[in-house]
């Protein structure tokens, strides 16, 4: 069936430094979406990317959806402690109703 | 509005007992779904459905039970609990596939 894998699982960075975390598909996806769950909490939803080569912006992470739409990346610029937490991609399965979710990469950020 | 509710928030059952999770979302969503958490394995799908009478598995569906007899809820049920069981789980609901999820504060459970 349909995989999503991200990578790198942990990352600790220095307050300030950058953070990239990828995601791959099996499949090509219709959309990809990203969340945050932050220590203790629920995923939040962050954002949705649609078309092929999007690149979309909120403050400081950027999130690009690749050519194949078969992978995605989020980045976030001069990390902050409050950017501290869970990142996941998901992706739907076709018309199925299925949201496969990525394994996460979990953020520290060191003050 | 309230949003996704899930009861209980903590839970903790012995090897062999049963219970139900609830879920119940006010959005008039049809998507609904259940995951569960664990440490580096992510979010994995166990039920999901796309509307009311209509319910399919996802990735791990053994040892789940579930029914949407109504749009707003939709239970998960632990026939006989195993501390494999042992996880976070999440309710979650969208308009449809294509739209983002809304997800419940999650149940902690504990099988011993």
């Known amino acids: 069936g349909q995989q999503v894998m991200q990578i790198p699982q942990y990352q600790h960075v220095q307050e300030g430094e950058d953070f990239t975390t990828y995601c791959n598909s099996s499949t090509t996806l219709s959309n990809i979406q990203w969340y945050k769950q932050r220590p203790g909490g629920h995923p939040v939803f962050l954002i949705q990317l649609v078309k092929s080569g999007e690149v979309k912006k909120q403050k400081r992470l950027t999130f690009q959806f690749g050519e194949a739409k078969k992978n995605s990346s989020l980045h976030i610029t001069a990390t902050q402690t409050t950017d501290v937490g869970t990142y996941f991609c998901?992706?739907?399965?076709?018309?199925?109703?299925?949201?496969?979710f990525g394994q996460g990469t979990t953020l520290q950020v060191k003050p | 509005n309230a949003g996704v509710t899930q009861t209980p928030k903590f839970q903790v059952l012995k090897t062999g007992q049963s219970m139900t999770l609830q879920c119940a979302q006010d959005?008039?969503?049809?998507?609904m779904s259940w995951y569960r958490q664990d440490p580096g394995m992510g979010l994995r799908l166990i039920h999901y459905s796309v509307g009311a009478g209509i319910t399919d598995q996802g990735e791990v569906p053994n040892g789940y039970n579930v029914s949407r007899s109504t749009t707003e809820d939709f239970p998960l049920r632990l026939l006989s609990a195993a501390p494999s069981q042992t996880s976070v789980y999440f309710c979650a609901s969208s308009y449809s596939d294509n739209t983002e999820a809304f997800f419940g504060q999650g149940t902690r459970l504990t099988v011993v």
């Open positions: 959005m008039n969503h049809e998507y």
């Open positions: 998901a992706g739907p399965t076709g018309n199925t109703g299925k949201l496969i």
